[in-house]
């Protein structure tokens, strides 16, 4: 059976007889993996922006993902396997979001006059979500790379170290852009590509969902760059200190009283 | 020279052409269908009334028979139409209802229970049968005393033509669309095909075929006004015309329709005013009641076209840039209804003309909108004088509709004739002697002959305008062979054709191309259409009486003892006029003997053999007055040998169950 | 009801104005997109008309005047010229719409048209969708497959829910002016692509009951990316259908019921 399925195959005729069932679940993977991504994104920038209550809020969100608050004891490890997970889902979809792209330049151009002849709101979202997603290509490797061989190094300061003293914020800036708009459109499109929300009156629900969309975005994006600056005037103040671990005030003994 | 074989040539591709043609190919022959358009562009898709069919679904079609549709046929053709074709046709239109359904039609259907619906402007609650549930619905339409006109939402046409389009692709019949047919291929009494034109490239092509069928649709851009497409210029009639021996039937027989979108034609529909809105005139005065005090505005198509133009020769249509015209008023109906129940009206007047039918009214003015004469035909479908030529559809006078037809009659004819002609084009191919005999040297010689016209057309040194003669004809037939007719217009009118036929054999091209060249195009459909012009004007002015939609002022009186004759024209070579023959309808063979139609004027001068047939047919009814309406029909004029086999047999109704009637009709 | 409102003359009447036309009109000016490519030497180039503007001018009687007084070698296409065939779709100021229900006043002094890209050009205004049209109802099997091929024709016919015709209808609606295949960015980067008009079409048949075929059918003629796969939900053919078919929402339906098999 296995052989002669792959006799047919290998003279050509696989497709023959019935169709492959691949397309149907690659395109529901292609938007399972960006749905999962982007509720992480909107996770991710929630526990990022804890630097905006405080150094130790956001310490203490970091140390709850090492376990600290269950074992005791930090494991970044784990932060690596997250970390990893993401990284498997970013390889997966940016595989299968890829096969959208315009493949040459032709058709690039082609694409590229279309959107500007017809000026249509969605379809110029969609190039603006392909190039967002190319940037991403790029823009993601070094930060998601840096966390899964670097797990130990997520912290007030130690972020704060690498965005300012590490170079990461002209980085950081681009992936924040990148994701924010890209994850926006994506979560957009998910609800009329599945037709989600559609109701009685699917047109109206297009329009709001499109505001709510922006609303988003904005949102995410007004809520990345503060936190971003949180995290350069940190890198600041903290660049004659470069590299040193931020130690909560709960835990640094000396202090303790003095806060009360 | 490029040569294309095939056993059936269908000139068209409207819903006529692709049911002859997928009726041929059922029974195994090759069909190759030509169209100026892709085929679900013509014309038919334009409908939107609907199909009549005596279906008697809904309550108000109960008691509604095939007897009820031809009486209502016979009577609305003022006795123009062979009665014998009207039969086959009223048996067969159920058929082709439940044969669409098969093929997928969404018909629109019955929905048990009350509802409110507006007769005569009044709002009515009627209550539908639970057993009629689920059903092809009927509605209401002129000329009809049931309700039996089929539809399909605000898009019969439209709908239909997808439904038989679509099964057309799915038997693989070949439609070679963008192409022109110029000529048909004759010899000897025989038709073999037609030379044909590419309209992309200009390249002619022979298609050589057992028989060919015409299916290319109305006439109506003969005339400036009209509600029909600007393709439907009558070129497949003109085609029979040209050969010299085909010969067209009833062509002064031109039906005008009242409510035309004033300039442009587009048709508002009928339900306008049967849901109560009214026709006002420049000083905003309801007039129609001035002269139809009873029905008013619901008087019959052709009565109020008639009163409308009188209307406005009284000086008392509104003006404007284009013309006079008179106001359709629906402002009173309420948005509501007009938003919902008129919504292609509400369409229409927003695109066409940014006006809001809620708030203002709309200009209209009576436009051409049918013809029915066309390539004359026996009842199976084939010329009587041409041997292989076979017509279909609005380009065929079949003749069930004489000299006016009912609303949603000839959507319904398209179908019918389709299934009927297509299963005797089948039967003519199947015959050995039928095989194509003649010589490709005859072949080469039609291609060459129209080859070389066109080649004068583009290369001469000819000097008029092809356009402005076109627009010529088109403003002498609205003005002058219009709704009201005179002796002295419609002589004006011939004699003006004729020069402009004269003219039109000097029409020189400011556009060389031999390919692509809209120019090149209307010069040599503009000289096919000055002759099918010709005999519609000719025919009027020779028919000095009143039939149906031909009104002649001169001649206000149907007049069957000189009149009860189908016209009948033919072209011969350089001629300018067309020789016209008559063709008598046989009084004596008449299930429906002539009288008063029911409406309009009650004046009309009998036939001698009227009165003895009459007298028979009473005979008949009296003495069978037992017997089924079944046998009462076959009595009077049997007519079902007519038919094809496959299609004969009775119809089941909800009134008339299968194993009662169906069978025993066998 | 009617007396009192009979003797009442609306002021602002028809667009087509009883003045007798003394109202001063625009000058246009029209630029359209020519080429032919028989006349491969002529590269495309754009071609401005004047035109003087009319009451209740549609384009379609404006390209007709231009036809007739100015440029005899103008290519386009207008059937119906009421909205009703989808033969006269091009691109209006960078939009596909009807060019037939376009009236000029709707649009500014100087505008632009263009042939529908996508499709087989065949001169100036006038494009080839019928051929595609017909390659794809043959691709996807566009026509009811029958359930029983022979039905007799004297019995009545079988029994439909009447609001499930209706919603048949709606997906009938379809005029296969080509408006959304055009306005979609998937087709033109890949030409294999079915297309909104295709899948609406798919839609409509999975609707109907009468119709043979199992949604394993139908996923054998569009479960790929030339399929309901290839679809970006750009949502502009929903959005310059002019016959306002429900695109978005079909075209969601029919990629659930395929990606469904996926798994099964
Ligand atoms: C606005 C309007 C509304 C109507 N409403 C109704 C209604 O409600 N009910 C009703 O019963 N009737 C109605 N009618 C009438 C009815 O629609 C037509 O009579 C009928 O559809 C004609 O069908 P057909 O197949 O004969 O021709 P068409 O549908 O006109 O088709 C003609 C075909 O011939 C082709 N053709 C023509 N010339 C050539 C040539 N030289 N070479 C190759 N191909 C050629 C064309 O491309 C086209 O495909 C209406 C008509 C109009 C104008
Ligand atoms: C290397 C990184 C990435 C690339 C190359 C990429 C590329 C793409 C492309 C081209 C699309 C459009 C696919 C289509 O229209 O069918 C897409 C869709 C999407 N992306 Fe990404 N993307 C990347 C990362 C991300 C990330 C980080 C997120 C989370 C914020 C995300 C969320 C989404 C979502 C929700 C969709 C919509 C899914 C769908 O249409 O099926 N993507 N991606
Ligand atoms: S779906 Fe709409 S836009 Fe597309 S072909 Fe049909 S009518 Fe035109
Ligand atoms: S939703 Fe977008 S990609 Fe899909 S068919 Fe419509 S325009 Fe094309
Ligand atoms: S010409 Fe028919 S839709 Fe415009």
Request: net charge neutral; hydrophobic share 40%; charged share 25%.
């Given at each position: ?12 005729l696989?497709g023959?007889a019935?169709?492959s069932?691949?397309?149907?679940r690659l395109d529901f ?6 749905l999962?991504?982007?509720l992480f994104m909107w996770?991710?920038?929630f ?6 209550i405080?150094n130790?809020a956001?310490?203490?969100i970091?140390?709850f993902f090492e376990?600290y608050?269950f074992f ?7 932060v690596?396997f997250?970390?990893?997970t ?6 997966v979809h940016a595989?299968?979001a890829?096969?959208k792209?315009p493949?040459?330049?032709r058709?690039?151009?082609t ?21 967002t997603?190319?940037?991403?290509f790029?823009v993601a490797?070094?930060?998601?790379y840096?966390m ?6 997520i912290?007030p300061?130690e972020?704060?170290?690498r965005?300012?003293t590490?170079?990461y ?9 990148a994701v924010e708009l ?10 009329v590509?599945w037709?989600?929300?559609?109701g009685?009156d699917p047109?109206?629900?297009?329009k709001?969902l499109k505001?709510?969309k922006?609303?988003l975005?904005v949102?995410f994006l ?7 600056a ?8 903290h660049a ?5 671990p931020y130690?909560?005030a709960?835990?640094?003994a ?6 009360k | 020279?490029?040569i294309?074989y ?8 409207g ?5 002859v ?10 069909v190759?269908?030509?169209?100026l358009?892709p085929?679900k562009?013509?014309h038919?898709?334009?409908?939107q009334?609907?199909?009549?069919a005596?279906l008697a679904?809904?309550i108000k079609?109960q008691g509604?028979?095939?007897d009820?549709?031809f009486e209502?046929?016979?009577?609305g053709s ?5 009665q014998?074709?009207?039969?086959m046709?009223?048996?067969?239109a159920?058929?082709?209802v439940?044969?669409?359904a098969?093929?997928?039609?969404p018909?629109s259907?019955v929905r ?6 507006i007769?005569n402007?009044?709002?009515v609650?009627?209550t ?5 549930h689920?059903?092809?619905?009927q509605r209401d339409f002129?000329g009809t005393?049931?309700w039996?006109t ?6 019969t046409?439209?709908?239909?033509l997808?439904t038989?389009s ?5 038997a693989q ?6 192409t022109?047919a110029?000529a048909l291929?004759h010899?000897?009494g ?7 034109r590419?309209?992309i490239?200009?390249e002619?092509v022979?298609y050589?075929a057992?028989?060919?069928c015409?299916?290319?649709?109305g006439?109506?851009?003969i005339?400036?006004v009209t509600?029909n497409?600007v393709?439907?210029e009558?070129?497949?009639?003109a085609l029979?015309?040209?050969t010299g ?6 062509m002064?027989?031109?039906q005008?329709h ?5 300039p442009?034609g ?8 049967g849901?109560g ?6 000083d905003?005065h309801?007039f129609?009641p001035?002269?139809e005090p009873e029905?008013?505005?619901?008087a019959?198509?052709d009565?109020?076209s008639r009163?409308?133009?009188e209307?406005i020769?009284?000086?008392?249509g ?5 013309g006079?015209?008179?106001?359709l008023?629906?402002?009173l109906?309420?948005?509501q209804?007009?938003?919902h ?7 229409i007047?927003?695109?066409f003309m940014?006006?809001?039918p809620?708030?203002?009214w709309?200009p ?5 909108h ?5 390539v004359?035909?026996?009842?199976t479908g084939?010329s ?5 030529l076979f ?13 006016n037809r009912l ?13 009927i002609v ?5 039967d003519?191919?199947?015959r050995?002697?039928n095989e194509?005999?003649i010589p490709?040297s005859?072949v ?5 002959r129209?080859?070389g016209k066109?080649?004068t057309?583009v290369?001469?040194r000819?000097t008029?305008d092809a356009?402005a003669i076109?627009?010529?004809?088109q ?7 219009g709704i009201?007719?005179r002796g002295?217009?419609l002589?004006?009118a011939v004699d003006e054709l004729q020069?402009l036929?004269?003219?039109s ?5 400011r556009?060389k ?7 090149l195009v209307t010069?040599?459909?503009?000289q096919?259409?000055?002759k099918v012009?010709?005999c519609?004007?000719?025919g009027?002015l020779?028919?000095t009486e009143?039939r149906?939609?031909h009104f ?6 149907r007049?069957d003892a ?5 016209t009948l ?5 350089e001629?300018?006029?067309?020789s016209l023959a008559?063709?008598?309808?046989d009084?004596g063979?008449?299930?429906?003997p ?5 409406y309009g004027a009650?004046d009309?001068?009998?036939h ?14 009296a003495?069978m007055?037992?017997?089924s ?14 038919l094809?086999?496959?299609?004969r047999?009775?119809?089941e109704?909800i009134?008339e169950?299968?194993d009662k009637?169906c069978?025993?009709?066998? | 009801?009617s ?8 002021i602002?009447?028809?667009g087509?104005?009883g003045?007798g036309g003394s109202?001063?009109h625009?000058?246009?000016?029209i630029?359209?997109?020519?080429y032919?490519?028989q006349e ?5 180039r754009?071609?401005t008309?004047?035109?003087e503007?009319?009451?209740?001018m549609?384009l379609f009687?404006?390209l007709?005047?231009i036809r007739e007084k100015?440029?005899?070698s103008l290519?386009?296409?207008?059937v119906?010229?009421a ?6 779709a091009?691109?209006i100021?960078g939009?596909?719409?009807l060019?037939?229900r376009t009236?000029t ?10 042939p529908?890209p996508f ?5 100036d ?5 019928g051929?595609?049209?017909?390659g ?9 497959h029958?359930?029983?091929?022979n ?5 009545a016919e079988?029994?439909?829910?009447p609001?499930?015709?209706d919603?048949i209808?709606?997906l009938d609606?379809?005029v ?11 087709a033109r980067?890949?030409?294999d ?10 839609a409509?048949?999975?609707?109907d009951?009468r119709d043979?075929r199992?949604d394993?059918d139908y996923y054998?003629?569009i479960?790929?990316d030339?399929?309901?796969f ?5 949502l502009?053919?929903?959005d310059v259908?002019p016959k306002?078919?429900p695109l978005?929402?079909q ?5 659930r019921?395929?990606?469904?098999l996926?798994?099964s």
């Amino acid at each position: 059976m296995e052989s002669s399925n792959q006799l047919i195959a290998g003279i050509g005729l696989a497709g023959t007889a019935r169709k492959s069932r691949w397309p149907a679940r690659l395109d529901f993977i292609q938007s399972g993996t960006g749905l999962v991504l982007a509720l992480f994104m909107w996770g991710h920038m929630f526990f990022v922006s804890t630097i905006l209550i405080s150094n130790d809020a956001m310490w203490t969100i970091t140390k709850f993902f090492e376990g600290y608050f269950f074992f005791g004891k930090s494991y970044p490890i784990m932060v690596s396997f997250v970390v990893a997970t993401v990284i498997t889902l970013l390889v997966v979809h940016a595989f299968l979001a890829v096969r959208k792209f315009p493949i040459n330049y032709r058709q690039f151009t082609t694409f590229h006059g279309h959107m500007k002849m017809m000026r249509h709101e969605d379809t110029t979202l969609w190039f603006w979500q392909a190039l967002t997603g190319f940037a991403l290509f790029f823009v993601a490797a070094p930060h998601v790379y840096i966390m899964l061989t670097h797990p130990e190094l997520i912290g007030p300061f130690e972020s704060g170290d690498r965005v300012w003293t590490g170079h990461y914020w002209p980085l950081y800036i681009l992936l924040l852009l990148a994701v924010e708009l890209h994850g926006g459109i994506g979560l957009y499109r998910l609800a009329v590509k599945w037709d989600w929300f559609a109701g009685p009156d699917p047109a109206a629900t297009r329009k709001r969902l499109k505001t709510l969309k922006w609303a988003l975005t904005v949102f995410f994006l007004a809520l990345g760059f503060a936190t971003l600056a949180a995290y350069v005037k940190i890198g600041i103040a903290h660049a004659p200190d470069y590299g040193k671990p931020y130690v909560p005030a709960a835990l640094q003994a000396a202090p303790q009283g003095v806060n009360k | 020279m490029k040569i294309i074989y095939t056993d059936v040539l269908v000139i068209g591709g409207g819903l006529a052409g692709l049911r002859v043609a997928i009726g041929a190919k059922r029974r195994g022959h090759d069909v190759v269908i030509l169209s100026l358009v892709p085929p679900k562009r013509s014309h038919s898709a334009a409908a939107q009334g609907g199909m009549q069919a005596s279906l008697a679904n809904v309550i108000k079609g109960q008691g509604d028979t095939e007897d009820i549709h031809f009486e209502d046929t016979v009577r609305g053709s003022d006795w123009g139409a062979d009665q014998k074709v009207v039969r086959m046709f009223v048996n067969t239109a159920p058929k082709a209802v439940r044969e669409l359904a098969a093929w997928g039609l969404p018909w629109s259907r019955v929905r048990r229970g009350d509802r409110t619906v507006i007769i005569n402007g009044q709002k009515v609650t009627i209550t539908e049968r639970d057993e009629a549930h689920g059903l092809v619905a009927q509605r209401d339409f002129g000329g009809t005393k049931k309700w039996r006109t089929c539809y399909v939402s605000d898009g019969t046409g439209h709908a239909m033509l997808q439904t038989v389009s679509d099964q057309a692709i799915g038997a693989q019949i070949p439609v070679h669309e963008r192409t022109e047919a110029i000529a048909l291929i004759h010899d000897a009494g025989r038709c073999y095909g037609a030379i044909v034109r590419n309209l992309i490239t200009g390249e002619l092509v022979a298609y050589v075929a057992k028989a060919t069928c015409v299916a290319s649709g109305g006439a109506g851009r003969i005339y400036r006004v009209t509600t029909n497409a600007v393709i439907c210029e009558g070129i497949g009639s003109a085609l029979a015309l040209e050969t010299g021996i085909a010969r067209l039937g009833n062509m002064e027989a031109i039906q005008f329709h009242p409510t035309g979108i004033f300039p442009a034609g587009i048709l508002v529909t009928e339900g306008c005013r049967g849901d109560g809105g009214l026709l006002k005139d420049v000083d905003g005065h309801r007039f129609m009641p001035d002269y139809e005090p009873e029905k008013k505005e619901l008087a019959s198509r052709d009565v109020v076209s008639r009163r409308m133009e009188e209307h406005i020769a009284k000086g008392k249509g509104a003006k404007s840039r284009f013309g006079d015209h008179i106001w359709l008023d629906i402002t009173l109906l309420g948005e509501q209804h007009i938003r919902h129940n008129l919504r292609e009206v509400f369409e229409i007047c927003h695109y066409f003309m940014g006006v809001d039918p809620t708030k203002d009214w709309i200009p209209v003015r009576p436009a051409q909108h049918y013809t029915m004469g066309g390539v004359r035909t026996n009842h199976t479908g084939e010329s009587p004088d041409l041997k292989g030529l076979f017509a279909a559809g609005e380009a065929a006078c079949w003749d069930m509709h004489g000299f006016n037809r009912l609303g949603g009659n000839s959507v319904a004819e398209t179908v019918v004739a389709g299934m009927i002609v297509g299963e005797f084009i089948a039967d003519y191919c199947d015959r050995l002697d039928n095989e194509v005999d003649i010589p490709t040297s005859l072949v080469h010689d039609f291609l060459k002959r129209e080859q070389g016209k066109l080649d004068t057309l583009v290369d001469g040194r000819g000097t008029e305008d092809a356009s402005a003669i076109k627009a010529e004809m088109q403003d002498l037939m609205t003005a002058k062979v219009g709704i009201f007719r005179r002796g002295e217009d419609l002589q004006a009118a011939v004699d003006e054709l004729q020069r402009l036929l004269v003219r039109s054999r000097n029409i020189g091209l400011r556009e060389k191309a031999r390919g692509a060249n809209p120019e090149l195009v209307t010069a040599y459909r503009v000289q096919k259409m000055l002759k099918v012009a010709l005999c519609v004007a000719y025919g009027a002015l020779v028919r000095t009486e009143s039939r149906g939609a031909h009104f002649r002022q001169d001649f206000p009186r149907r007049n069957d003892a000189e009149w009860l004759k189908r016209t009948l024209a033919s072209w011969k070579g350089e001629e300018t006029l067309p020789s016209l023959a008559w063709e008598a309808l046989d009084v004596g063979t008449m299930e429906l003997p002539p009288g008063w139609r029911g409406y309009g004027a009650k004046d009309y001068v009998d036939h001698p053999d009227t009165p003895g047939r009459a007298a028979d047919v009473d005979a008949v009814k009296a003495k069978m007055a037992d017997a089924s309406r079944f046998d009462v029909q076959e009595a009077l004029m049997p007519y079902d040998e007519l038919l094809p086999e496959p299609l004969r047999g009775r119809n089941e109704r909800i009134d008339e169950p299968m194993d009662k009637t169906c069978e025993s009709g066998k | 009801m009617s007396d009192a409102n009979s003797k009442i003359i609306p002021i602002a009447k028809a667009g087509n104005g009883g003045d007798g036309g003394s109202a001063a009109h625009r000058q246009l000016k029209i630029s359209v997109l020519r080429y032919n490519p028989q006349e491969p030497s002529q590269p495309p180039r754009m071609q401005t008309y004047p035109l003087e503007e009319a009451d209740g001018m549609t384009l379609f009687i404006a390209l007709n005047e231009i036809r007739e007084k100015q440029d005899p070698s103008l290519q386009f296409d207008f059937v119906c010229r009421a909205g009703i065939c989808g033969s006269c779709a091009m691109v209006i100021n960078g939009r596909p719409t009807l060019a037939c229900r376009t009236l000029t006043k709707s649009l500014g002094a100087e505008f632009t048209l263009a042939p529908l890209p996508f499709f087989e050009l065949i001169g100036d205004l006038s494009v080839n969708t019928g051929k595609w049209m017909r390659g794809m109802s043959e691709r996807l099997g566009g026509w009811l497959h029958m359930k029983e091929p022979n039905p007799d024709l004297r019995r009545a016919e079988q029994k439909m829910d009447p609001d499930l015709a209706d919603k048949i209808y709606e997906l009938d609606r379809c005029v296969e002016c080509g408006c959304c295949v055009a306005a979609c960015g998937t087709a033109r980067m890949r030409k294999d692509f079915v297309g909104a008009v295709g899948l609406n079409r798919v839609a409509r048949f999975r609707l109907d009951p009468r119709d043979a075929r199992t949604d394993d059918d139908y996923y054998e003629v569009i479960g790929d990316d030339d399929g309901v796969f290839g679809c970006m939900s750009l949502l502009a053919c929903h959005d310059v259908c002019p016959k306002d078919l429900p695109l978005a929402t079909q075209i969601a339906f029919v990629r659930r019921k395929m990606v469904s098999l996926g798994w099964s």
